[in-house]
């Protein structure tokens, strides 16, 4: 290993697959073999966006004090609720208290489920450097200019939908109209990913408009960051050692159902009912920059928290039910997206970093059986890697780990720069065959505009507009603005 030897560990992986515990294992296991590696100790610093605040913590689910076994946990319960706290923070706050702990002969040990920041910790990206926004963390500026001067341009009717974006989204045919204004406010903050959606695509488009009110920043300019990471195969801040704890959907949604109901019992309720005594007490979300507080960010957009705010104005039973089906689902739907982050981001910059070799050794650990089975796939595993690691001995393969880690572990898709993805994958509208101006008919570019082209539905239609405009009538070139650019 060429790099300068400053070890670090990071766990990522799904909610609800036991990662809080194993980062407590492997930092009770570094002190009980504390004369062997040199280490006088181990802390733990929090990866989840949604820890970082102060309250929820059942919601949350964050460790209890009772059960961390004296480790150390940084970085957790220390903002408000409703204060941004963005990935260049995190990651400028995570290398200082890396640097210290490294000075103290401590082994950090980094785990949670935003797998974002713990790539952007793993991979300088030099654009992180260029972002407006990181250059002024200093002086507490929080959102990039690039979304803060978007978001101010809006007109009133999209500000409206970007501050009351649906919970889920909804059918382009049941609702074009709202299908078709979420594409507009996408094309309005951020025209280079709108174009990479059709507007009937309506869980993309509200993905990205959820990316870029969670992040504060413009879905393209993460994507940027991403390819450069991902060209520039780029090389590591620290030696790091990472583990991702991965558990079957089928089975984990079952475990991620029973914990919302044990939630329920431990209290979530009276945490929500607190949480909105203190957003009420907050001014709401004005547009203005300079409002500090915005309660449809930061902590309140914990999973659960808006689905049990229905419920207390209801207070009904169906009222509880809903929510709660709603709670499940939305963490389904987490645990879904988290996965797809490690391997459709995560994995590609690992990759690109091991082309010549082992660099960032990356390990999936098989947590989908609990009990024996999981002491003997994760803990004992994870103890075994941990210890070769920080001997400085040689690692095994991480494919031959198990037959999940063999296939998870291939790369999804060939093209694994984001940005070429998202070039290539362009929609353009078809001014011929649209006949809506709020309708537009998108085709991806490439392939499947050149079959359009050729379609008879298409030639009719482009033969027709000829005819009206040779009869000098207007032809439909408005619709340009939707998408097309
Ligand atoms: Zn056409």
Not at 230 to 259: C, H, M, Q
Request: hydrophobic share 40%; aromatic share 6%; proline share 5%.
């Amino acid at each position: 290993m060429a790099l300068p030897y400053r070890p670090i560990i990071t766990i990522c992986g799904t909610t609800g697959v036991g990662k809080s515990k194993l980062a407590i294992d492997l930092a009770q296991h570094v002190v009980r073999n504390c004369r062997r590696f040199g280490w006088r100790g181990a802390k733990i610093i929090n990866a989840d966006s949604m820890q970082i605040y102060r309250g929820l913590d059942v919601l949350t689910n964050k460790i209890p004090e009772g059960e961390r076994a004296g480790v150390p946990h940084l970085l957790m319960g220390f903002k408000q609720p409703g204060e941004q706290y963005v990935v260049g923070e995190w990651v400028q706050d995570t290398i200082k208290l890396i640097n210290e702990m490294h000075e103290n002969q401590e082994l950090p040990i980094i785990v949670g489920g935003t797998s974002y920041w713990i790539q952007h910790l793993i991979f300088p990206s030099q654009l992180i450097h260029k972002d407006p926004s990181m250059s002024k963390i200093s002086d507490g500026a929080v959102v990039s200019e690039m979304f803060k001067n978007a978001v101010h341009a809006l007109s009133p009717d999209l500000l409206n939908l970007l501050q009351n974006l649906p919970r889920e989204a909804p059918s382009a045919k049941i609702d074009p109209d709202k299908a078709f204004q979420m594409h507009q406010l996408l094309s309005a903050l951020d025209p280079i990913i709108s174009q990479r959606w059709h507007w009937k695509d309506t869980r993309k488009v509200l993905r990205s408009l959820e990316i870029a009110k969670e992040t504060g920043r413009l879905p393209s300019t993460i994507v940027a960051e991403q390819s450069s990471v991902v060209a520039e195969g780029s090389k590591p801040r620290y030696s790091t050692l990472t583990f991702w704890l991965y558990a079957e959907p089928t089975i984990l949604n079952e475990r991620l159902d029973a914990r919302v109901d044990d939630m329920i019992s431990q209290g979530l309720i009276s945490e929500v009912k607190k949480l909105r005594e203190i957003a009420s007490d907050q001014k709401c979300f004005d547009s203005s920059p300079s409002s500090p507080v915005d309660y449809t960010l930061g902590i309140y957009q914990s999973i659960g928290y808006k689905e049990f705010c229905g419920y207390l104005d209801a207070l009904s039973e169906t009222a509880f039910k809903e929510a709660c089906e709603r709670m499940k689902i939305s963490t389904r739907q987490y645990a879904k997206r988290q996965i797809s982050w490690i391997r459709n981001k995560l994995l590609p910059a690992v990759h690109a970093a091991n082309t010549q070799d082992n660099i960032v050794p990356l390990y999936l650990l098989d947590a989908t059986t609990l009990g024996d089975a999981w002491v003997q796939n994760v803990q004992k595993t994870a103890f075994d890697i941990q210890d070769a690691f920080l001997g400085r001995q040689e690692l095994p393969d991480p494919n031959l780990l198990s037959m999940t880690a063999s296939n998870l572990l291939k790369l999804v898709h060939k093209d694994v720069n984001p940005a070429f993805v998202l070039k290539a994958r362009k929609r353009r509208v078809c001014t011929a065959c649209t006949t809506q101006a709020n309708r537009p008919v998108m085709i991806e570019e490439g392939s499947e505009w050149d079959i359009h082209l050729k379609t008879r539905s298409h030639r009719r239609l482009e033969a027709k507009n000829l005819h009206i405009l040779h009869d000098g009538q207007t032809n439909m070139s408005n619709v340009s603005d939707t998408a097309s650019s």
